[in-house]
């Protein structure tokens, strides 16, 4: 969604660079490429003109005049004021310190708050409560319809008492809803309104009535991030006629320019407090204002990553992986890279994946183009290898490799690829896990010229053996004084021996050692 923001402060970032200070030109120049960036992706102008302000302010002065990079901290200044005006911290949910928690969603009609209702009845299943969902919005044709569907997808009760299609009472049902939560002991109610317009008096005073009969614990507007500067006007509008607590952004996946995203939180003061991302009903999590700056700002998103993997991948299954990469669990197999594979797909498409890494956007085209079809067909290759082929590709030759490509319906050059690439990653893979680092890559341990048995540099003399030490105390004696009759007469210490210091009397330490009488012919 923020890509073209994305780029354009990209490009302004560029030309700070290399830049011991900062005149009064640049600071200038670098405003206005922000605010026209900021007017492009569709932001409300009063808050381009408190961003800009704000940032120019700063940048003027002793934090970056005295920076030894003052590009980098107009970075860190505009990383700041983006967290600022999204909302500053992250807002979480309040619950009831008695009885069930209510939430009651409202919003503009087609933002999805039906859908929107399932996710968020998920996420507080995953969080260890007991939602109840309530079919209020009877307006709309198939709506109670819908929320059932969503209900039994995600694996929550839907308490759904009329039929809807302008039938029924939508404050009478979401009454007895909160009854029927006590009763059937739910600790969240997630109510479901009907969608209206800005200026429908009508619907505004239906949800006000809602809003009054149940008492709720956080009111939530819905609004479709993509709707751009009207998402502002209708957010105030229902801020006026209904009131709520905190905001919800659905469909920040899409291609519009984002500006509702960055101006509603500051225009209503009220905190953004869901995102959603996508169709699956787990692309749904709290807003972080931090973290969508540092997408923004082409810094990636790793905690988030780090969360979903958390969610997504089998702690036992990836232990018993990197046990087999260094070499204690057996052979690291196909079947295993297959499990592997299979586990971050979990975590939804490799686009959307690798956009979280930090300085991706230069790669976006890429990754818009990539073939998530691409992780199917190298699937349908192992699963065409018997298990012994899947245990040790080395078996696979010529006629191996035709069947194969025959069963997975590919080429004989894609299955030839898969089983050279599988070999090049499980040697990286292994020799990451042992600490060795990446293989080729310069500087990195166990790398040539960085050190380490594989990587010694060849101008770096090999260390000498030692001189042997006899174990006889009286032959080590003696090798010692005849080592330092050699240092003393410069033979082996250039140095000879430091300045006001006698030379050591040897027959004197070999007799301090007290060795038997007859223990002397062993030193001859």
């Known amino acids: 969604m923020f890509a073209t923001l994305s780029d354009r402060l990209a490009d302004t970032f560029k030309n700070l660079r290399g830049k011991g200070r900062l005149s009064e030109a640049d600071i200038d120049a670098t405003a206005r490429e922000i605010r026209i960036a900021l007017l492009e992706a569709d932001v409300a102008l009063p808050v381009v003109k408190e961003f800009v302000g704000a940032v120019k302010e700063r940048a003027r002065g002793e934090e970056v005049s005295q920076a030894l990079n003052p590009a980098q901290q107009v970075v860190k200044i505009v990383d700041e004021e983006l967290v600022a005006i999204l909302g500053g911290e992250t807002r979480r949910l309040r619950f009831a310190k008695s009885g069930p928690t209510v939430l009651?969603?409202?919003?503009?009609?087609?933002?999805?708050?039906?859908?929107?209702?399932?996710?968020?009845?998920?996420?507080?299943?995953?969080?260890?409560?007991?939602?109840?969902?309530?079919?209020?919005?009877?307006?709309?044709?198939?709506?109670?319809?819908?929320?059932?569907?969503?209900?039994?997808?995600?694996?929550?009760?839907?308490?759904?008492?009329?039929?809807?299609?302008?039938?029924?009472?939508?404050?009478?049902?979401?009454?007895?809803?909160?009854?029927e939560a006590k009763r059937t002991l739910h600790d969240v109610v997630i109510v479901d309104t009907a969608g209206r317009l800005g200026v429908d008096a009508e619907m505004m005073k239906q949800a006000a009535d809602i809003r009054d009969a149940v008492q709720p614990d956080e009111v939530l507007f819905v609004v479709d991030a993509m709707i751009g500067q009207d998402a502002v006007t209708t957010a105030q509008a229902f801020l006026d006629g209904v009131g709520y607590d905190a905001v919800v952004l659905t469909k920040l996946d899409g291609d519009a320019r984002g500006g509702a995203a960055l101006s509603i939180a500051s225009i209503t003061g009220k905190p953004v407090m869901f995102a959603s991302n996508g169709e699956k009903m787990t692309d749904f999590d709290l807003f972080h204002p931090d973290r969508m700056a540092s997408r923004i700002l082409d810094m990636g998103d790793v905690m988030t990553l780090i969360e979903q993997a958390e969610k997504a991948f089998d702690a036992e299954q990836a232990a018993a992986a990197a046990a087999k990469l260094t070499g204690q669990g057996g052979e690291f197999t196909l079947d295993d890279f297959l499990e592997q594979m299979q586990q971050v797909r979990k975590l939804g498409s490799m686009s959307k994946i690798m956009g979280m890494l930090p300085g991706m956007g230069q790669f976006r085209d890429q990754l818009e183009n990539f073939d998530e079809r691409e992780i199917d067909r190298i699937q349908a290759i192992i699963q065409s290898m018997t298990p012994a082929e899947r245990a040790n590709p080395k078996l696979i030759d010529g006629s191996r490799r035709a069947r194969i490509a025959k069963g997975s319906g590919r080429q004989v050059s894609d299955v030839n690829q898969l089983v050279d690439r599988f070999f090049e990653a499980r040697k990286m893979m292994q020799s990451m896990a042992r600490g060795g680092g990446i293989p080729g890559m310069p500087g990195m341990p166990g790398m040539p010229g960085a050190g380490g048995k594989r990587g010694r540099s060849k101008q770096q003399p090999k260390k000498g053996k030692g001189k042997r030490v006899s174990g006889n105390p009286a032959k080590a004696a003696q090798q010692a004084a005849a080592q330092k009759e050699k240092s003393a007469s410069g033979g082996g210490n250039p140095f000879g021996t430091p300045a006001g210091e006698e030379p050591m009397d040897y027959e004197k330490a070999a007799a301090a050692l007290d060795l038997p009488k007859d223990f002397s012919k062993y030193l001859k």
């Open 104 to 179: 009651m969603l409202a919003g503009l009609q087609g933002a999805g708050k039906t859908t929107l209702a399932a996710k968020l009845a998920l996420w507080l299943k995953e969080q260890g409560r007991s939602p109840l969902l309530v079919a209020a919005d009877l307006q709309r044709p198939n709506a109670v319809n819908q929320l059932q569907v969503n209900g039994e997808r995600v694996g929550v009760k839907v308490f759904a008492p009329e039929p809807g299609n302008g039938v029924g009472d939508p404050v009478r049902v979401a009454r007895d809803a909160v009854e």
